[in-house]
C-alpha cells in the first residue's frame, strides 16, 4: 500500500520560499507519476505540478509556473516542492498524490491519482 507523508508547510510572507517534501513508502517510487494539488477550503482540489521521473518532465500550472520547481530523489523516495516568490493566493493545503505511470492517462487532474498524502498547509500573509 501506498504511504504518501507530506511535510514542511507554514506561514511565510509574501515574497518567501517555502519547499514542500513529500516521502512515500510501499511503492517503487520511479515507476509512478507523482504530483502536487491544493486546495482551499469549499473549493475544488487543483493541479499544481506533475512530475514522472527525476530527470525531468514536469508539467506546472500557469499559475506557478517559473516560481515553483518540482525534484524528485527516487533513490530515497521523496519528492519536493520548492516555491519561490510566494503570493497570498498560493495560500491552501499542499497535497502529495502517486498513479502507477501505466495507469495515469497524461491528464493534469487530481481524478486521475489514487494514492494521497494527508495535506499540509502553506499560508502566505501579504
Known amino acids: 500500500q501506498v504511504q504518501l507523508v507530506e511535510s514542511g508547510g507554514g506561514l511565510v510572507q509574501a515574497g518567501g520560499s517555502l519547499r514542500l517534501s513529500c516521502a512515500a513508502s510501499?511503492?517503487?517510487?520511479?515507476?509512478?507519476?507523482m504530483g502536487w494539488f491544493r486546495q482551499n477550503p469549499g473549493k475544488d482540489r487543483e493541479f499544481v505540478a506533475i512530475?514522472?521521473?527525476?530527470?525531468?518532465?514536469?508539467y506546472y500550472s500557469e499559475s506557478v509556473k517559473g516560481r515553483f520547481t518540482v525534484s524528485r530523489d527516487n533513490a530515497k523516495n521523496v519528492m519536493y516542492l520548492q516555491m519561490d516568490s510566494l503570493k497570498p493566493e498560493d495560500t491552501a493545503v499542499y497535497y502529495c498524490a502517486a498513479r502507477r505511470l501505466e495507469f495515469w492517462s497524461g491528464k493534469l487532474s487530481p481524478l486521475e491519482f489514487d494514492n494521497w498524502g494527508q495535506g499540509t498547509w502553506v499560508r502566505i500573509s501579504s
Open positions: 512530475n514522472t521521473k527525476s530527470d525531468g518532465l514536469t
Open positions: 510501499g511503492c517503487t517510487f520511479s515507476g509512478y507519476a
